[in-house]
């Protein structure tokens, strides 16, 4: 599979830094994460305190991070944002 923008031994490379965003809806399957997950962004948690996020990972096993607080990013790869404690909103998918 062919990634925009790379070319020879730069697709053989890890990719470190996300070259896009989407928001993320709750308890739907993330575009584009037929073959690889992505990484997650929470943006606002009401309160100013951590909340909890459960996900699917890219294995396809279930998990809740504890206490992640606002403006927070999940060094994760996910396919799916089931449930979160509290307001989180404003969570983006980074590709």
């Known amino acids: 599979m062919a990634i925009a923008g790379l070319q020879g031994n730069e697709m053989a490379q890890p990719r470190v830094f ?8 709750l308890n739907v399957t993330i575009t584009g994460t037929e073959t690889r997950g992505v990484c ?3 943006g606002d948690a009401a309160g100013g305190t951590g909340k909890d996020i459960t996900v699917i990972m890219e ?3 279930q998990a809740t991070f504890y206490a992640v607080p606002a403006g927070s ?7 799916k944002v089931v449930a979160f404690t509290g307001d989180i909103t404003k969570v983006l998918a980074l590709y």
């Open 59 to 61: 294995s396809g096993s």
């Open 40 to 42: 997650l962004y929470v």
């Open 18 to 25: 996300a070259h896009d965003a989407k928001s993320v809806s």
């Open 73 to 79: 990013f999940l060094p994760i790869l996910v396919t």
